[in-house]
């Protein structure tokens, strides 16, 4: 049984070896079919985890025993949602690449399968040292993907995010090598013993900054973020997928893994600090996404509002705010491949996503123009769809943490449909800007995707359940080791 999240981890290795060893017209599918067998192994795992019973399905080797280094995986109700999200959204993002016309498949394949491997790796990294590894070998995989497959500008933007990644990830190696050589006698990078420190306030202070930077550029948190937009128009759709659905997660599940528990009283100290700057980024964000003309640069911004959203909740240490936070990092995941699915579907077809050169498509494609009102419906959280959940429980628990910053934030409710609402009536209503004629119907695996996706805002609205009462001991166990630090 314990194999099993090994299993998980491994396959997209696997997957990787046969895409690039199988003719490039089969590649696709090859990976396809590879995902959708992870996405089988994680419904299994998800029906035998059991959430009141902590971290399960460990596995420990040595690895570089001199050194105190283990190859050690482990998964509680909150890397299980990392998981789940991965790799629903992965056969999806593979999926939206089908009818593309992709120069050099089979190094395309490999790459997302070899991003898929280490973000997998990140959520269920038990060792300081190993978690590092998988944080960095993610970098590789979309900085390839953006740099090959990029837009005209992708050498100044991919060299700018690397820069910002790579810093952000040394001042990570920096706190982990100082909490090493914190732990007794024969050091480790063990979690548990980062966890059991009892560290001074100097030295929290030094740990948190260290690895919250390399958090907040990840996530991205303002000001931190400037790398993002960029990065997300100019790469292409599958990575932008990739970066925004679930690469960006790495960073919010690092705060709640690894600086929370073990920097609890730098927590305490600077967590206001950090939910101003959260908040400042939701507004600025939000407001920049209302005056943009192209839609797929509307999205990257709305992304920094939602996430900083969700990284202010994390650090309310609210219990129903840090399940809030969890549950939306799942919902802004889907709902934000769905939205850059929707840009990758009208720039297939239309050249552009200027707003001013479209309009009037919903009177030809109503499928399309449905599954976007779903999808938009979802991003600016109206109940009974999935951004609702997440986004009350982390704006009641901000208002609970300080009133004033929880009204700034509430900003949020307003601007988010603002310019989504913008966005949809541009593209889908009034008279259109181009002869309709030439948007083709949508293909088989386009309204697959959009349908999946448009059931999954809706299941998490209805039934959010499913997923928060697998999550909620874990975030309990989570707290309490907080506390006790």
Not at 439 to 459: D, M, N, Q, R, W
């Amino acid at each position: 049984m314990n194999n099993m999240l090994l299993i998980i981890l491994l396959l997209p290795l696997v997957s990787m070896v046969l895409s690039l060893l199988t003719p490039k017209e089969t590649t696709a599918k090859v990976a396809f079919v590879m995902s959708l067998l992870s996405t089988a192994f994680t419904f299994y795992l998800f029906s035998v985890f059991v959430p009141e019973s902590g971290m399960q399905f460990i596995v420990s080797f040595p690895w570089i025993p001199s050194l105190g280094i283990t190859f050690k995986l482990g998964m509680d109700g909150i890397s299980l949602m990392l998981i789940v999200l991965t790799n629903i959204l992965t056969p999806l993002i593979l999926l939206s690449s089908f009818n593309r016309k992709i120069e050099n498949p089979k190094l395309f394949y490999a790459l997302i399968q070899l991003m898929q491997f280490a973000m997998l790796g990140v959520f269920v990294a038990l060792d300081g040292f190993l978690f590092y590894i998988f944080w960095e070998l993610a970098l590789l995989p979309i900085y390839f993907i953006a740099l090959l497959w990029g837009g005209k500008d992708r050498i100044r933007i991919t060299l700018k995010f690397f820069i910002y990644t790579i810093t952000g990830s040394l001042f990570m190696l920096v706190g982990l090598i100082y909490l090493y050589l914190q732990t007794p006698d024969n050091h480790t990078f063990d979690i548990n013993a980062f966890y059991q420190l009892q560290l001074n306030a100097s030295q929290q202070a030094f740990v948190f900054w260290t690895i919250f930077v390399a958090f907040a550029v990840k996530i991205p948190i303002f000001p931190l973020h400037s790398w993002q937009p960029d990065t997300y128009v100019d790469a292409p759709t599958q990575g932008t997928m990739l970066l925004s659905g679930i690469m960006l997660k790495m960073g919010l599940y690092g705060i709640l893994r690894w600086l929370l528990p073990i920097a609890p009283g730098a927590v305490d100290e600077y967590g206001f600090t950090v939910i101003v700057l959260c908040v400042i980024g939701v507004v600025y964000a939000s407001c920049i996404a209302i005056i943009q003309k192209d839609f797929k640069r509307l999205v990257a911004y709305a992304s920094i509002a939602h996430v900083g959203l969700i990284a202010a909740g994390l650090f309310t240490l609210r219990q129903e705010a840090l399940e809030g936070s969890l549950f939306q990092m799942l919902s802004h995941g889907i709902n934000a491949v769905g939205l850059f699915f929707i840009v990758d579907i009208l720039r297939h077809r239309m050249k552009t996503s200027t707003l001013a050169e479209l309009g009037g498509i919903a009177g030809v494609q109503p499928f399309f123009a449905i599954s976007f009102m779903i999808i938009l419906l979802g991003t600016i959280a109206l109940p009974l769809f999935n951004g609702f959940v997440g986004e009350f429980l982390i704006m009641t628990k901000i208002f609970d943490y300080h009133v004033w910053i929880g009204s700034v934030a509430a900003l949020a409710i307003i601007l988010g449909p603002v310019y989504m609402f913008r966005s949809y009536q541009a593209i889908m209503l009034g008279d259109s800007h181009f002869d309709t004629n030439t948007f083709t119907p949508l293909t088989l695996s386009e309204k697959a995707i959009l349908g999946i996706i448009s059931f999954l805002v809706l299941l998490g609205g209805i039934y959010p359940s499913l997923l928060m009462d697998v999550a909620r001991p874990s975030v309990q166990q989570l707290l309490n080791l907080i506390s006790a630090g």
